[in-house]
């Protein structure tokens, strides 16, 4: 594990502020296969009752010659030792005009 933190100010703003998502990056050191099964990646977590909509969630593998390959929500990749994935989850929508 390289780096787990919160995904600060991802939240969607409003009256509530919506939920911080997450970022976790892990490094392979042997070669792998790894999957993803996420959602939120093209519609962003919509707000409520004009609250904004919270920050959509990404995913790259960051190979170890620095190339960066940005993944889709669902699928199964090869990693080389070195490699990183790097995953940040969306964040809820804010509630309520700011």
């Known amino acids: 594990m390289r780096e787990y933190r919160i995904r600060k100010d991802s939240g969607g703003k409003g009256r509530q502020k919506g939920g911080d998502g997450t970022v976790r990056e892990i490094e392979t050191l042997a070669p792998a296969r790894m999957s993803l099964l996420s959602d939120r990646r093209k519609r962003a977590p919509y707000g409520l009752r004009g609250g904004k909509d919270g920050e959509r969630g990404r995913a790259f593998i960051v190979r170890r010659n620095a190339a960066r390959e940005e993944l889709a929500s ?22 309520g005009k700011p």
């Open 74 to 95: 669902k699928g199964s990749w090869l990693l080389e030792a070195g490699d990183r994935v790097r995953i940040e989850t969306p964040s809820g929508g804010g509630f």
